[in-house]
């Protein structure tokens, strides 16, 4: 009986403590809600222009993927002479907060600084489509990794924990 209690009381906890949209108790502050993904176009009414309004939701969302698609082009392998050239890095944004993932990458190559932009671009990118969108999340803290130097390569230790690369 006592641990249905405490299940249940830390599962409030929990739950409350997740809620989107508590940056402010001032009842002068109006809450907006999320701008919409597509105007809202009736398909039967004017099948055209709901066809433009999902091929311009479509194009907007490309560019993350690209992004991604850039950035993981770049590190490629993560190759690294000695663990030194290693390094552990937060890869996305949870609508809560904080990273979604983690990758490795190697400075091996010497172009860690223009890795390092174009993920922070990223992270920054994700984090304004979550809100633009309006996501939710588990709110669970992705814990770092650790990266060891597997037969040359950067790897993440307990890679099975969320990590991307």
Do not use: H, W
Request: with cysteine; net charge neutral; proline share 7%.
């Amino acid at each position: 009986m006592r641990t249905k209690l405490l299940i249940l009381i830390m599962t409030t906890l929990a739950l409350t403590a997740c809620q989107q949209g508590q940056a402010s108790n001032d009842p002068s502050v109006e809450r907006l809600p999320p701008q919409p993904l597509v105007e809202p176009i009736d398909p039967t009414t004017d099948p055209v222009a709901a066809v433009k309004a999902r091929k311009k939701q479509m194009i907007d969302q490309q560019p993350l993927s690209a992004m991604r698609a850039e950035i993981m082009a770049l590190i490629g392998d993560a190759q690294a002479d000695n663990i030194q050239q290693c390094r552990v890095v937060e890869f996305g944004s949870k609508p809560c907060g904080g990273p979604a993932s983690y990758i490795a990458l190697s400075t091996k190559d010497g172009n860690e600084s223009e890795i390092m932009a174009l993920i922070s671009k990223y992270n920054a990118a994700q984090k304004a489509e979550n809100a633009r969108l309006g996501l939710m999340s588990d709110c669970a803290v992705v814990p770092k990794p650790g990266v060891i130097l597997e037969n040359g390569v950067c790897t993440l230790k307990g890679a099975g924990n969320g990590s991307v690369f």
